[in-house]
């Protein structure tokens, strides 16, 4: 299937690692030229890097996008912009026994990826064509006890899409979202095998993983999806064959939420 994503631009913000840099992969093997976005100079070059290697297009952008002044620095490069990815976010340690945090996370989490599809959109508008995905968590159906911040600021994507699919009706610009479960990124993987080390579980990724279906997130397909996997579907949703879907939010958790 030809997606049509060859020669296309497409930022994905928070993509120096984890996930984001997976879905910068993926893009860049359809033909893609990615932008890979980090907060700080040199956080986004080892990436831009793997993907220039292996014949890839990447460029690096750096800004703040947690502020309004630092999403302003993305305007130059975000007026050309085909496809956004609003990848970025993370927990910042809200609990109920204080106040702490929760701002912080709904600014992160939600208000970050605002402010840079209202610098992308009015582009796509005059091209008549684009795509905007934002990146959930099925942890908004599914939460963990720590950080209810986070969970509650990721929840609120699945209504600010929605409406951000009404307001860019008939322009050729589809929003969606998807909500991935747990996700192998070096940083998951890291944390899970010193947990199941503690359990007295080997090193081996299979043994690891096993346990961390078993005793952390469980999903149907008894397996944890890498990031390159979830950049299949993002790229998937961005693609010219998925025009149709539009306002959704889809789940990718390999049906953690019924496990």
């Not at 910068?24 to 907060?39: K, N, R």
């Not at 007026?79 to 976010?89: A, E, P, Q």
């Not at 609120?156 to 479960?181: I, K």
């Amino acid at each position: 299937m030809d997606l049509q994503l060859s020669g296309k631009t497409v930022l994905i913000t928070g993509s120096y690692r984890g996930t984001g840099a997976g879905i910068a992969e993926v893009f860049a093997e359809e033909g893609a030229t990615v932008l890979v976005h980090g907060f700080e100079p040199g956080q986004p070059d080892e990436v831009v890097d793997r993907i220039v290697a292996t014949g890839g297009k990447a460029v690096a952008v750096v800004a703040d996008i947690a502020t309004d002044e630092g999403a302003a620095a993305l305007a130059d490069s975000a007026t050309n912009v085909d496809v956004l990815i609003n990848n970025y976010g993370t927990p910042m340690k809200s609990g109920w026994e204080s106040m702490d945090n929760w701002a912080d996370e709904w600014n992160r989490n939600v208000m970050a990826g605002v402010r840079v599809a209202q610098l992308c959109t009015p582009g796509m508008r005059e091209r008549g064509w684009g795509r905007i995905v934002f990146l959930g968590t099925v942890g908004s159906r599914r939460p963990g006890v720590k950080n209810p911040g986070y969970y509650a600021a990721k929840a609120g994507l699945h209504a600010l899409v929605r409406t951000l699919a009404m307001e860019l009706r008939g322009t050729g610009v589809t929003a969606n979202l998807v909500s991935p479960a747990m996700i192998a990124t070096s940083e998951v993987r890291d944390g899970l095998t010193g947990r199941a080390a503690r359990a007295g579980v080997g090193e081996s990724w299979d043994e690891v993983e096993k346990w961390g279906l078993e005793n952390v997130y469980a999903n149907l397909n008894e397996r944890i999806a890498t990031p390159v996997d979830i950049g299949n579907v993002v790229v998937f949703v961005a693609s010219e064959p998925a025009w149709h879907i539009n306002g959704a939010d889809l789940a990718v958790d390999g049906g953690a939420i019924d496990a």
